[in-house]
């Protein structure tokens, strides 16, 4: 399967620490995106780095991608309470627009 | 960012019986949109991809005739759940791409649907 794996799992955090997940991916890829969930909520998108780039931010977010390693990272500095949600990694395989997403990593911000 | 509407939201119904979600795009065309499905604590599962205008291609193990996807106009798609099942209790997604296309292209999601089968 394509699914892309990510770790941690699960983390958990004091408020104003900072959150690294990764993702892993198998194939080739046009672009990697990351995703937020709310529990029981719709996806909301962070960021979106194609496969020529190899970091991008956005306001506490970091996103890196290497891609001899075939992974990227996502860095969430100076953590709140709010930023509690599962994070997902979403491929787009070379030549299509289909997205497979990572398994997810469940943050945890205690305040 | 483009908005993808999905409705309904929450939907409880009977064993047996069929439930249809839409998936409209509100401010752009999309010749395609993908549908997934999320069981609890997991990730999405890629089940179809719609195709305005013809059929459907499914991803291995969906079954075509138990999730029917109809992607009749450029801005609504439909995934009818025929013969719901508590196994088909899950939260369906859908989501299109954004703009004219290329690879660079951001996917917008809908809200969701939240579905149980009692």
């Known amino acids: 399967s394509q699914q892309g794996e990510e770790d941690p799992q699960a983390l958990s955090i004091q408020e104003g620490e900072n959150a690294t997940m990764n993702c892993s991916y198998k194939t080739s890829i046009n672009n990697l995106q990351w995703y937020r969930q709310n529990s029981g909520r719709g996806l909301v998108h962070l960021i979106l780095?194609?496969?020529?780039?190899r970091e991008k931010h956005s306001g506490r977010l970091r996103v890196t991608l290497d891609t001899s390693k075939k992974s990227s990272s996502l860095l969430i500095t100076a953590s709140r309470a709010a930023d509690t949600a599962s994070y997902f990694c979403?491929?787009?395989?070379?030549?299509?627009?289909?997205?497979?997403f990572g398994t997810g990593t469940r943050l945890k911000v205690l305040a | 960012g483009a908005v993808v509407s999905q409705h309904p939201s929450r939907v409880i119904c009977k064993s047996g019986t069929s439930v249809k979600i839409e998936c409209r795009s509100l401010d752009f065309q999309a010749t395609t949109m993908f549908w997934y499905r999320q069981f609890p604590k997991k990730s999405l599962m890629l089940m179809a991809t719609s195709n305005e205008g013809s059929k459907a291609t499914y991803e291995q193990g969906v079954e075509k005739d138990k999730f029917l996807i109809n992607h009749a106009s450029l801005t609504l798609s439909t995934l009818t759940v025929t013969s719901a099942h508590p196994e088909d209790s899950s939260f369906y997604i859908c989501s299109s791409l954004g703009g004219v296309g290329g690879w660079g292209t951001e996917a917008f999601f809908g809200q969701g649907t939240r579905l149980t089968v009692v």
């Open positions: 780095i194609r496969s020529n780039e």
């Open positions: 979403a491929t787009a395989l070379s030549g299509t627009y289909k997205y497979i």
